[in-house]
């Protein structure tokens, strides 16, 4: 078979290129339905975009990269498809837009979009064998346990990244873009919770508080939550992405609390209330008693000096922890790094050095942070592809 374009992946990145391919073009997945990770998304209900896109909420070895892409498909041109579609959606916090009803939505309104460009999608295919020779490229792929010849112009590698294998994430463009010689950034696990040896936190299961969590790279004001295995909740996916194993974070449990002139005030008039049960008016009482363990949050509320209760204060601001690691790949996200930027346009996501391949979404060297931002680059970079394909027929 002949065709002018392959996609390998029929998720985000992989639906959005092909509904802008201009026709003639296979998806190919080896799983059972297309974009199951926009299914089970934001809890089964996408946060597809948010209102506030900016490179800064990209990560990449090159920060520039993302910008011609994002700039040319925006969170308002998908937030139009949408609507386009009917489909309800509401703003949840810092800009994040989810479905009202569910994900799939979504998925269904892709794969419409795809077989209105006149793509076809072919489900549990895998790739076999994959050859270039006279500016072509030769697949053979297995469907329906027969395998299948098929010759295209352009390949696109939308497999994404590694995170959740149990999903079906491969490393397949990784070793595609190593057959090719193009270079890859190091990949690691990103928004990810992070785990603490021999169950540190497991007194502390399923307390929540805002907090600030940064390091040296970062820094997030967002919703903090102790598990048995760890930290999580979404300052703790945020900061995950910036953070190495073996480095510290600075955890500050009172962000927008003045706590300690509240504390002082209350010592004028309450100086007989234990100090304990003061904080706990500011902080979980899980938390307060499990701190009593680190600080010294003892006496009455009279016997603190002012010096005392800065201290105190102070080390709530700058809890200093260190992970022990990472849930890994099991959890995350998203894969951090991927197919080097270096390698490929910006404005039309092909290789520089190997004409017709393309390489969009998750496998491209560009993560964005959690909140949308990571679909919005799926959609961007898609449609960059899928634009620069349409326009080389
Ligand atoms: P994506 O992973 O979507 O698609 C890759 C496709 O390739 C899959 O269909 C897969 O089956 C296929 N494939 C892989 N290997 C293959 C092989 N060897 N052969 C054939 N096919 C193969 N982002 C966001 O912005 N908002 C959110 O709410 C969420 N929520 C969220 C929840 C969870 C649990 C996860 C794991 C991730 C998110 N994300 C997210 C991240 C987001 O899902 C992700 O960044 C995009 O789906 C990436 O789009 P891609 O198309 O690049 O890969």
Redesign the pocket.
């Known amino acids: 078979m002949l065709i002018n374009t392959v996609i ?8 959005m290129c092909a509904a802008h391919a201009g026709g003639d073009c296979l998806v ?4 059972k339905s ?5 299914r ?3 809890g089964g209900r ?4 948010n209102l506030d896109v900016t490179p800064q909420n990209y990560l990449s070895q090159n920060p520039h990269f993302c910008k011609s892409a994002l700039a040319r498909y925006t969170q308002w041109d998908f937030i139009s498809l949408v609507d386009s579609y009917g489909i309800a959606w509401h703003e949840k916090t810092l800009g994040q837009l989810f479905c009202d009803g569910s994900a799939k939505q979504i998925v269904a309104m892709l794969v419409d979009e795809l077989s209105k460009a006149g793509a076809q999608l072919w489900l549990q ?3 076999k064998d994959l050859q270039y020779s006279d500016g072509q490229y030769h697949l053979t792929l297995l469907r329906e346990g027969k395998s299948r010849a098929v010759t295209c112009n352009n390949l696109v590698l ?4 590694k ?2 294998p149990k ?4 490393g ?2 990784y070793d595609i873009a190593r057959q090719f010689d193009l270079p890859l950034v190091e990949t690691r696990p990103g ?1 990810v919770p992070f785990t603490f040896p021999e169950a540190h936190f497991a007194t502390l299961a399923g307390t929540a508080l805002p907090a600030r969590l940064s390091n040296t790279r970062a820094s997030f004001d967002e919703a903090l939550l102790f598990t048995h295995r760890g930290l999580s909740g979404p300052s703790v996916l945020q900061l995950s992405s910036y953070w190495r194993e073996g480095e510290e974070i600075s955890v500050n449990l009172i962000p927008e609390t003045d706590l300690f002139t509240l504390l002082r005030d209350q010592r004028q008039t309450q100086g007989r209330r234990a100090l304990t049960n003061e904080v706990a008016r500011h902080l979980p009482g899980r938390l307060v008693e499990f701190l009593a363990a680190e600080f010294d949050i003892s006496g009455r509320l009279a016997d603190q000096s002012d010096v005392a209760l800065q201290e105190l204060c102070d080390a709530f601001r700058n809890w200093q922890l260190t992970p022990g690691g990472s849930e890994g790949y099991r ?4 894969t951090l790094g991927g197919i080097d930027t270096d390698a490929l346009s910006s404005k039309t996501m092909q290789a520089q050095d190997q004409p017709g391949l393309f390489v ?4 491209v060297d560009v993560t ?1 942070w ?9 959609w961007a970079s ?1 449609h960059a592809a899928g634009q620069a394909i349409a326009a080389r027929r």
């Open positions: 390998l992946g029929a998720g985000a990145a992989g639906m190919v997945d080896h799983a297309p974009g199951e990770k926009i089970i998304s934001g996408s946060n597809f975009t295919t895998s790739l939308a497999t994404g990244g995170s959740i999903m079906g994430a491969t397949l463009a928004l959890t995350a996200e998203v969009i979404g998750e496998a964005g959690l909140g949308g931002y990571n679909f919005q680059w799926a898609g």
